[in-house]
């Protein structure tokens, strides 16, 4: 009877030796360093569209009082105010902007995003919107069928203004703006 139970815990002990030294032969496998081999936020390659987004992913909004916000904006950002720019992104076309008229709608102004999918968070997240979130205000209205409005990818030009006083709506702007619908790049 006590040799069953020896046989018993001989079994188990090999077992978890077994397993032990599979787990040894394992770990042993693992190379330490070349973290710059992992791909990362730090090393990811991005498009000149991309770039051009760079330091409005600096910007930090903080909410006040769910009325106001204050915003730290990076001072390569800042140093662009007044200057003329180009943005490529995704367009997010709202009511009082827009007006139809049959299956055409006239733009006069609208917001741009980084991308499509930063487009649904700024729809939850206020901080997020009031970080990416650009207004762009035409030179003249931009007629659109309903269909090209759907997750448009557009490009803009124009002068680039910070009015942080309606962080709600946006604290960038892109006045004189000129745009034409593109292909994805």
Do not use: H
């Not at 709608?105 to 919107?129: G, K, Q």
């Not at 035409?138 to 069928?145: F, I, Q």
């Amino acid at each position: 009877m006590n040799s069953g139970k020896a046989n018993k815990w001989a079994i188990t002990l090999i077992s978890l030796a077994v397993i032990a030294c599979l787990y040894l032969i394992e770990l042993s496998k693992i190379e330490v360093g070349g973290s710059e081999r992992v791909p990362a936020l730090d090393n990811v390659k991005a498009s000149e569209a991309d770039k051009r987004w760079e330091p409005f992913y600096r910007v930090r909004a903080t909410l006040i009082d769910n009325q106001n916000a204050e915003f730290d904006i990076p001072e390569k950002l800042r140093r662009k105010d007044g200057e003329q720019i180009t943005l490529t992104g995704a367009a997010m076309f709202y009511g009082s902007g827009c007006t139809a008229s049959g299956d055409k709608v006239s733009v006069e102004y609208f917001f741009l995003v980084p991308s499509l999918s930063i487009a649904d968070a700024c729809t939850i997240l206020p901080e997020v919107m009031m970080r990416y979130r650009v207004r762009v205000n035409l030179v003249e209205p931009w007629v659109l069928s309903r269909i090209e409005m759907t997750a448009a990818i557009i490009r803009v030009s124009g002068r680039f203004r910070i009015d942080t006083s309606k962080p709600f709506e946006a604290a960038f702007i892109v006045e004189e703006a000129e745009c034409s619908l593109i292909e994805n790049e």
